[in-house]
T-cell receptor, first 114, second 117 residues
């Protein structure tokens, strides 16, 4: 158990819909990262938050947004869903920034778009 | 931009054998971290081992060890006395050190390792 909690584990929805994925980091971790794992793109970094503030963006679509709340949990919002958004979405957390501590991953949310 | 390449899409060995997974990377950074993550069929991403680029000594975690060749930009994973539970997808990953920009992991495409009884 990594200590990172992601909900829900599975999500099935239709094109055009909006979903919210939730992540609770390990106790004491201030940084939260979101990654997308798909068959064609592999594992790709989406966005990073540190202590409530957005720190960096990766290959995140404009239809996607995220935030980190004062209690440090994070949510990833995906809207106007397309078939190609079907993927495994991981949240990871680390103590701080700089890379001195590794990122620990949650179990992921499997998103299926019908 | 950094890139990570895993040239072996699949590997298969017998239980108790030793297996080495290859990884090369490309970067202009001088200080960075390298990782191997394991993803079993349960889909979890599990950290196997971590190497700091400024350390010359190769990292070791029980049956797992790495061969880090900084000049060659090579970072291979050796699994000794392989077990059925080692069956998984293995990802090599790179992360630059520092406090500017994203501390993101850049992953290779993965190697699917099967341990046969």
């Amino acid at each position: 158990d990594s200590g990172v909690t992601q909900t829900p584990k599975h999500l099935i929805t239709a094109t055009g819909q909006r979903v919210t994925l939730r992540c609770s980091p390990r106790s004491g971790d201030l940084s939260v990262y979101w990654y997308q794992q798909s068959l064609d793109q592999g594992l790709q970094f989406l966005i990073q938050y540190y202590n409530g503030e957005e720190r960096a963006k990766g290959n995140i679509l404009e239809r996607f947004s995220a935030q980190q709340f004062p209690d440090l949990h994070s949510e990833l919002n995906l809207s106007s869903l397309e078939l190609g958004d079907s993927a495994l979405y991981f949240c990871a957390s680390s103590v701080g920034i700089g890379g001195t501590q590794p990122q620990h991953f949650g179990d992921g949310t499997r998103l299926s778009i019908l | 931009a950094q890139t990570v390449t895993q040239s072996q899409p699949e590997m298969s060995v017998q239980e108790a054998e030793t297996v080495t997974l290859s990884c090369t990377y490309d970067t202009s950074e001088s200080n960075y971290y390298l990782f191997w993550y394991k993803q079993p069929p349960s889909r979890q991403m599990i950290l196997v081992i971590r190497q700091e680029a400024y350390k010359q000594q190769n990292a070791t975690e029980n049956r797992f060890s790495v061969n880090f060749q900084k000049a060659a930009k090579s970072f291979s994973l050796k699994i000794s006395d392989s077990q059925l539970g080692d069956t998984a997808m293995y990802f090599c990953a790179f992360m630059k050190h520092g406090f500017q920009g994203a501390q993101k992991l850049v992953f290779g495409q993965g190697t699917r390792l099967t341990i046969n009884p």
